[in-house]
């Protein structure tokens, strides 16, 4: 079976894509190839170091200006382009620029973002201490083995790794910690944070002193940080820090308390953050104790137990915190390194690969857009060419058909369309045909008897007057008849319904044709309840009924009986009425063109056996104008009966009210 012909071409286009982009990826990854080796040096080790430095600038200035130089330092250390940029996409400072001239475009995609609010997160995707958490570290720092957690501090979650503080503040190992909310320094920033000289030279003086303390007391296995925090030496990977309670008093003398006192402006930065936590929780409506850290630090506590209260302290503190840094920190700022990411296809010798390649796409694409077009165009091409033969007169004319496509469905309908032209081109000739018969002998016979009375030859009296009126009356029935398929044809068969009683109607029927019956020795009987109303048009119901009538009497023998018979079917609410002859019945081949037009099961065209033709055909009209059906049912040698069944009422129309 063939494919659906939406589907071939949607193969079709689908291929030509393919190939495209086959041929561009070829070509991106000839061009970029090279450029990507050039750099592949710059390693993640290499763009960590540039991270971290420009963190630290960022922490240790308020602004990036003079940030040039550390750039060009950078850029000279790694051997690659490094740039920053505001989120706006202004650039700050650009090692590629400092040789003046135009910088070259940067890469798509920043390499990553240095903000100095979340100093722990890393481009790889870190751990970030929240600047509302203090790390609270389970060892000993500045000697007192009895700390505890601050006052402030809620249920602390289940503990994760961090990283330990090493001299000035820099990250080394790893160490234990948990996070506890209080209102104190950044974590990430610790209490060694922007030392001065002087505090800086003091400070490594103590850990000097402790750690020489700890050699003295033959502690080998313990070290004093610069924040006074006692670390014990483990030939594991990563550091681990001993329980506070089972340190050697002796340990702790040896460190001294000043190791563990802020920094100046730690101490400065924690009286801002004091006083903005304050000013949020009295908005906040939220009372807290303000307490004093064993660093000197000061901090707030609320009830553990009161959740909104521990809410609204952790809000405050992160909002405080950020309030107060921001003055002393950098802007957040877009680190790029490495030179543009932007392919030009036309550079240096890319142009001559690009063109072959595209030349390649375009006959690839030409032919089978050819091949499969000729394919898909040839059944159209057939089509056409019948539809010319058919234009031309070629009734006959007919395709061929396979498959089960679109195409091979406008092939079926094609024929299908050929064979009604055929049909009503043959019935049209038929009817011509018949018409020409049906007026031709009434005009004969009323010319024939002007021409005779004209002679002399009979005489202008009233029996030839009565026979010519008789005559005429034939054609004025068969133009009607002819009028009323004409208005049926052109959807313009009008009913005019009104409620009338469909019992007296049959028998006005009956009354009207009894003359007829009774000269063909038939008898016609109405079998109808009192009344059956309906709501139907009395003229034109009439006119079927009595089309039905009409038949029954003319092709019934001598003595037969013809009824009529009007009922209500409860059931399907509908109004019946059957016509049943005791006529010759009529062969189950001709049944299902009784009611074709100019249909007729005797052939011989004698005026006795038959009218126009049009009768039934204009019942079925007639009947279906009123919503409803007639059918036949016949026997040979046994009589028919036609039934017509109407609605009591006619359907409401849909969206009437």
Not at 151 to 163: D, G, H, I, L, V
Not at 254 to 283: G, I, K, W, Y
Not at 290 to 298: F, N, Q, Y
């Amino acid at each position: 079976m063939r494919r659906s012909l939406f589907v071939r071409l949607l193969v079709l286009f689908l291929g030509v894509a393919v190939i495209s982009i086959a041929a561009t990826a070829w070509i991106t990854t000839q061009s970029t190839s090279q450029r990507l080796r050039g750099e592949f040096e710059s390693t993640l080790e290499a763009d960590s170091d540039v991270y971290g430095v420009l963190i630290a600038y960022a922490q240790g200035h308020d602004s990036w200006d003079g940030v040039g130089p550390v750039v060009e330092d950078l850029a000279a250390a790694t051997g690659s382009r490094v740039a920053l940029t505001d989120p706006s996409g202004e650039v700050l400072a650009d090692s590629a620029a400092s040789g003046g001239g135009d910088a070259p475009p940067l890469p798509s995609t920043p390499t990553a973002e240095i903000d100095p609010m979340a100093p722990l997160g890393v481009m790889a995707g870190g751990v970030a201490v929240s600047s509302a958490g203090l790390v609270a570290v389970e060892g000993s720092a500045g000697g007192r083995a009895d700390d505890a957690p601050s006052p402030s501090s809620t249920a602390p979650p289940e503990p994760t790794r961090a990283p330990s503080s090493g001299e000035n503040g820099t990250i080394q190992g790893e160490a234990e910690v948990r996070f506890v909310t209080a209102s104190g320094i950044p974590p990430a920033l610790s209490l060694n944070w922007r030392l001065t000289e002087e505090e800086a030279a003091d400070r490594e003086r103590l850990v000097a002193e402790a750690n020489a303390c700890l050699e003295r007391l033959g502690a080998d296995r313990w070290i004093v940080g610069p924040d006074g925090t006692v670390l014990q030496a483990s030939s594991d990977p990563v550091s681990t820090v001993k329980p506070a309670e089972t340190i050697d008093s002796p340990v702790h003398e040896c460190v001294p308390e000043d190791l563990s006192t802020p920094s100046a402006a730690a101490q400065a930065l924690n009286r801002e953050q004091a006083r903005l936590t304050e000013e949020c929780l009295t908005a906040a409506g939220v009372a807290a104790t303000r307490v004093t850290s064993p660093e000197g630090l000061a901090e707030f506590a609320v009830d553990p137990g009161d959740l909104a209260a521990s809410e609204a302290l952790a809000e405050c503190s992160v909002r405080a915190n950020e309030q107060a840094m921001e003055p002393y920190l950098a802007d957040p700022a877009l680190l790029y390194i490495g030179s543009t990411d932007r392919f030009d296809p036309f550079s240096g010798d890319g142009w001559v690969r690009t063109v072959l390649t595209a030349l390649g796409v375009l006959a690839a694409a030409t032919g089978v857009t050819v091949l499969a077009g000729r394919r898909l165009s040839h059944p159209i091409r057939t089509l056409t060419a019948a539809a010319q033969q058919l234009a031309s007169g070629g009734r006959g004319t007919r395709v061929e058909v396979t498959g089960h496509d679109e195409v091979a469905r406008l092939g079926h309908a094609f024929n299908a369309m050929a064979s009604s032209i055929e049909e009503n081109d043959r019935q049209r000739k038929a009817m011509v045909s018949d018409i020409a018969h049906e007026l031709r002998t009434p005009l004969a016979n009323v010319r024939g008897y002007l021409e005779a009375a004209e002679d002399g030859v009979v005489p202008m009296d009233a029996q030839l007057v009565s026979s010519l009126l008789e005559e005429s009356t034939l054609l004025q029935r068969l133009i009607d008849d002819l009028q009323d398929l004409a208005l049926a044809d052109a959807g313009m068969l009008r009913v005019h319904r009104e409620d009338a009683d469909v019992a007296e109607l049959a028998r006005q029927v009956v009354a009207a044709h009894q003359p007829s019956a009774s000269a063909s020795s038939v008898e016609l009987v109405v079998a109808a309840p009192s009344d059956v109303v309906a709501d139907v048009d009395p003229v034109r119901l009439r006119q079927a009924l009595g089309n039905l009538v009409a038949n029954a009497v003319q092709y019934s023998g001598t003595g037969s009986t013809v009824l009529v018979r009007v009922a209500r079917d409860a059931v399907s609410d509908e109004v019946v009425l059957a016509v049943r002859d005791d006529g010759p019945g009529i062969a189950p081949e001709h049944l299902e063109h009784l009611f074709d037009r100019f249909y007729r099961t005797d052939t011989s065209r004698t005026r006795a056996t038959g009218g126009s033709g049009l009768g039934l055909a204009i019942t079925k009209h007639l009947v279906e104008a009123h919503d409803g059906t007639v059918t036949v049912s016949s026997m040979v040698g046994a009589g028919s009966t036609f039934t017509i069944r109407l609605p009591l009422r006619a359907p409401v129309a849909a969206g009437a009210s």
